[in-house]
């Protein structure tokens, strides 16, 4: 099976190609936006893998059925504004809120609480005080550190600035200012440094980010950050914990590569790996680039489906009636 964005199910077909079952998901889905989505599993090792779409399916899965794997943002755009549809801005509003639960997208206190405060409009809608207790921020689980100064300043944009925004506006308002954000788009892959210490790479758009921290960091503050250009003749070195690691490392920096830097497809050639690595590997991206897949949303021609949004993430008691729990169901999963 496969689990969706909204954690709703869809089972697979045997023994079909992994676009087979990518272009099944977004059909469920009525998404034309496709490219900047994929299928990712994990293997028995824990290893992340994206579903290779030139591929079976079953030839890609190390486990035993039923195969479980979750449909993700994989390439992130670069420009939000130029999402042609409200539902592509959804499913990639609902990726972010991920990456803000589970500490991938680092930001400041204030882009923070800004943040925090676009979901709660979204999910909630305007503050009204006659519905909402004091401390009703409190009941959204929205960081994985979450300080009582945070949630006063996000109280404060939520019930001042954001009055009166929709929720596709306010799903719009964080997708604007999450993509100014140095980790956006960042899946960071463990690794070890020269010295041993333990650091993190990620690619964005820009190149890749390489985050390095000697001690355990809540989801606002990094030792620091370092951005260096994909194109720039460098050598740096870094240890994964396996070869399945390194390899996977490689591949998702060979694609986004091609994906954001080639004009268009035809450009992109097949990479050969040094044969000290995976014995001379042989990969090569097989989609449309970045600029072709903005070209083509700007020629969409039709009716916007309808988005069909999932339940919210709160649980608090009602000012007009405290001893009574109003709730709804957190129809959400951990990132794979």
Avoid at 23 to 33: A, F, G, I, P, Q
Avoid at 298 to 310: A, G, L, N, T, Y
Wanted: charged fraction near 20%.
């Amino acid at each position: 099976m496969v689990v969706l964005s909204d954690v709703s199910e869809y089972s697979t077909i045997k023994n079909t190609k992994g676009q087979f079952l990518l272009d099944h998901v977004c059909n469920h889905y009525s998404l034309l936006e496709k490219d900047y989505f994929g299928i990712r599993y994990v293997d028995p090792e824990k290893q992340r893998h994206w579903l290779d779409p030139s591929k079976p399916v079953v030839k890609q899965m190390k486990c035993q059925q039923p195969y479980t794997m979750c449909f993700r943002v994989k390439f992130y755009p670069q420009e939000p504004i130029k999402i042609k549809e409200e539902l592509t801005r959804y499913l990639l509003y609902l990726q972010l809120k991920r990456d803000v639960y589970h500490g991938r997208l680092l930001c400041p206190f204030t882009d923070a609480a800004y943040l925090g405060a676009c979901i709660v409009q979204a999910e909630l809608g305007d503050y009204d005080p006659e519905e909402h207790p004091a401390d009703y921020i409190s009941d959204f689980k929205l960081f994985p550190k979450q300080s009582l100064k945070l949630e006063r300043k996000i109280m404060e944009i939520h019930q001042n600035e954001l009055r009166g925004q929709c929720p596709a506006l306010a799903e719009l308002n964080l997708l604007q200012r999450a993509h100014t954000l140095d980790t956006y788009g960042v899946d960071p892959h463990p690794c070890k440094d020269f010295t041993g210490s333990t650091a993190f790479l990620g690619f964005t758009a820009r190149g890749f980010v390489l985050i390095v921290s000697t001690f355990a960091v809540p989801h606002i503050n990094y030792s620091f950050f370092l951005f260096i250009s994909l194109q720039k003749k460098l050598v740096l070195t870094f240890h994964t914990s396996t070869p399945a690691a390194c390899k996977h490392l490689w591949k998702v920096a060979v694609e986004n590569q091609a994906f954001y830097k080639c004009a268009k497809s035809s450009q992109i050639k097949t990479v050969s790996s040094s044969s000290i690595f995976f014995k001379g590997s042989r990969f090569r991206y097989s989609g449309r680039v970045s600029k072709e897949v903005i070209e083509a949303s700007s020629k969409i021609q039709r009716d916007p489906p309808v988005v069909h949004r999932s339940a919210s993430i709160y649980i608090y008691p009602t000012v007009s009636n405290p001893h009574f729990t109003h709730f709804s169901l957190w129809k959400d999963i951990h990132m794979v």
